[in-house]
């Protein structure tokens, strides 16, 4: 709010009365799962505590075209100085949570898991991370402390896959899982004879993620990770028939279709 006020509304403040006051609806204009209602609402609050704002549609629940969200009454200068702002976050978290779902249900009854990464917006990670749960996925690590996770320039710098979690291991608490990239089958095998707890199979074929299956039997999680999509031929659905236990989606956050909502003065 800050950042959008500046020295102030010179829009608002010289065009609408300092007592003038106002109603309206918060509108979906599409189809969607909506996310950020709490949110929306803190934005008025934190402006002016004597604004009215009532949520009619909860987060989670799927909305249709023209549906009414929320209403909102009150002091009409405060309510268009939050407005873009309740917006913004509001239609981003609607957007994240859509495409959730939509990934979600692709993988049902596949044992499979799709969650998301820290490809988020620097500032937002919590309110991403929040709608890609409220859309139906899950969360991988929301930090660099919450996991050991070795990638590919982790092993060159470290000299190889081996001494990397060889290293975590005599440094770090047990407490803490390992999981390495992998983009071989070597790789794989390397990485499961040193003890890694989860592998992550990057930009692997289908045929490829499937042998991974086989070979590992188990032994660790296996993430498949790269160039995920709803449809074609590398779907979420036909990477999760491999057998692989968790899916990652860096495009449920850093590509996201804000879902289009407005409000409208009565």
């Given at each position: 709010?800050?950042?959008?006020?500046?020295?102030?509304?010179?829009?608002?403040?010289?065009?609408?009365?300092?007592?003038?006051?106002?109603?309206?609806?918060?509108?979906?204009?599409?189809?969607?799962?909506?996310?950020?209602?709490?949110?929306?609402?803190?934005?008025?609050?934190?402006?002016?505590?004597?604004?009215?704002?009532?949520?009619?549609?909860?987060?989670?629940?799927?909305?249709?075209?023209?549906?009414v969200l929320a209403q909102i009454s009150g002091n009409?200068?405060?309510?268009?100085?939050?407005?873009?702002?309740?917006?913004?976050?509001?239609?981003?978290?609607?957007?994240?949570?859509?495409?959730?779902?939509?990934?979600?249900?692709?993988?049902?009854?596949?044992?499979?898991?799709?969650?998301?990464?820290?490809?988020?917006?620097?500032?937002?990670?919590?309110?991403?991370?929040?709608?890609?749960?409220?859309?139906?996925?899950?969360?991988?690590?929301?930090?660099?402390?919450?996991?050991?996770?070795?990638?590919?320039?982790?092993?060159?710098?470290?000299?190889?896959?081996?001494?990397?979690?060889?290293?975590?291991?005599?440094?770090?608490?047990?407490?803490?899982?390992?999981?390495?990239?992998?983009?071989?089958?070597?790789?794989?095998?390397?990485?499961?004879?040193?003890?890694?707890?989860?592998?992550?199979?990057?930009?692997?074929?289908?045929?490829?993620?499937?042998?991974?299956?086989?070979?590992?039997?188990?032994?660790?999680?296996?993430?498949?990770?790269?160039?995920?999509?709803?449809?074609?031929?590398?779907?979420?659905?036909?990477?999760?028939?491999?057998?692989v236990d968790i899916i990652s989606v860096g495009a449920?956050?850093?590509?996201?279709?804000?879902?289009?909502?407005?409000?409208?003065?009565?």
């Amino acid at each position: 709010m800050e950042e959008d006020l500046g020295w102030g509304d010179v829009t608002t403040d010289s065009t609408i009365s300092i007592d003038a006051k106002i109603k309206g609806f918060f509108i979906s204009k599409e189809q969607g799962v909506v996310c950020g209602m709490e949110v929306c609402k803190r934005v008025f609050e934190l402006l002016d505590s004597s604004i009215v704002f009532e949520i009619l549609i909860k987060d989670g629940q799927k909305v249709q075209k023209g549906n009414v969200l929320a209403q909102i009454s009150g002091n009409a200068r405060s309510i268009l100085k939050g407005e873009r702002v309740a917006l913004n976050l509001l239609q981003r978290m609607s957007g994240i949570a859509t495409a959730a779902n939509n990934y979600s249900e692709a993988v049902q009854d596949t044992g499979a898991r799709v969650v998301d990464t820290r490809k988020t917006m620097p500032g937002l990670r919590i309110l991403d991370k929040y709608a890609v749960q409220t859309g139906g996925c899950y969360n991988h690590r929301f930090n660099l402390s919450d996991l050991v996770l070795i990638k590919d320039n982790h092993i060159k710098a470290a000299g190889g896959i081996t001494p990397a979690i060889n290293a975590a291991k005599s440094k770090l608490t047990h407490a803490l899982k390992i999981e390495v990239e992998v983009e071989t089958l070597e790789q794989l095998d390397e990485a499961i004879e040193a003890g890694a707890d989860i592998i992550m199979l990057d930009n692997m074929s289908l045929d490829l993620m499937k042998e991974a299956v086989q070979r590992v039997k188990g032994r660790a999680l296996l993430e498949a990770s790269g160039n995920v999509a709803l449809e074609g031929e590398r779907s979420v659905k036909h990477i999760a028939q491999t057998g692989v236990d968790i899916i990652s989606v860096g495009a449920l956050t850093h590509s996201v279709f804000a879902m289009d909502i407005s409000l409208r003065f009565l």
